[in-house]
């Protein structure tokens, strides 16, 4: 028994073209998909959560969202 024509298969000049947009279509899904995750990581925050200043309220739909409030000294603009 050709165990290598078994694994491999015949050769034809059609392959390694079928090969290339096998892979190119498997790339473009994967890109699609996952592009969001890749191009806009959000950085690590530079606070704790014992930073002065951090307040943490909830939206309307239910998101989480932390800000910072520094408060204008008395008598100076904000």
């Known amino acids: 028994m050709n165990w290598r024509r078994i694994l491999i298969g015949k050769w034809s000049w059609k392959r ?5 947009i096998a ?7 994967i890109v699609f ?9 959000p950085p690590t ?11 943490h309220f909830q939206t309307d739909a239910g998101e989480d969202i932390a800000a910072v409030e520094f408060p204008a000294a ?4 904000t």
């Open 16 to 20: 390694p073209f079928q090969s290339i």
């Open 23 to 29: 892979i190119y279509a498997i790339l473009c899904i």
């Open 33 to 41: 998909f996952f592009a969001d995750r890749l191009i806009f990581q």
């Open 45 to 55: 925050a530079s606070y704790g959560a014992d930073f002065p200043g951090l307040v």
């Open 74 to 77: 008395p008598g100076m603009p």
